[in-house]
Nanobody, 123 residues
Framework: QVQLVESGGGLVQAGGSLRLSCAAS????????VAWFRQAPGKEREFVVR????????YYVDSVKGRFTISRDNAKNTVYLQMNSLKPGDTAVYYC????????????????WGQGTQVTVSS
């Protein structure tokens, strides 16, 4: 069982930066792939980025490439999402999600979800 807690959201002006954290419980977190999703008001939840269990592989949705960076520190059971050059269109609740490493990396189906953290980008 893995429990995920997101933090780091807030209000920022366009062009600003935020770093989200996804802290996990459980000794085996280092064997889980992790992803960030987001859901804007009135829209469906969308995939943003994923990272493999060892950090060796990442995949970003085109809209955030070059602006967002995912990383992880398995010693701290934490995954980070550094978000730079934020745009009003990035406004959403951001969720992290995790799945065991034996599940296909490229298929975005996850077993565990956090409660989300709000990111608001003002123009």
């Amino acid at each position: 069982q893995v429990q995920l807690v997101e933090s780091g959201g807030g209000l920022v002006q366009a062009g600003g930066s935020l770093r989200l954290s996804c802290a996990a419980s459980g000794r085996t977190f280092s064997t889980y792939a992790v992803a960030w999703f987001r859901q804007a008001p009135g829209k469906e939840r969308e995939f943003v980025v994923r990272i493999s269990w060892d950090g060796g592989s990442t995949y970003y949705v085109d809209s955030v490439k070059g602006r967002f960076t995912i990383s992880r520190d398995n010693a701290k059971n934490t995954v980070y999402l550094q978000m730079n050059s934020l745009k009003p269109g990035d406004t959403a609740v951001y969720y992290c999600a995790a799945k065991p490493m034996y599940r296909p990396f490229h298929i975005d189906e996850y077993d565990y979800w956090g409660q989300g953290t709000q990111v608001t980008v003002s123009s």
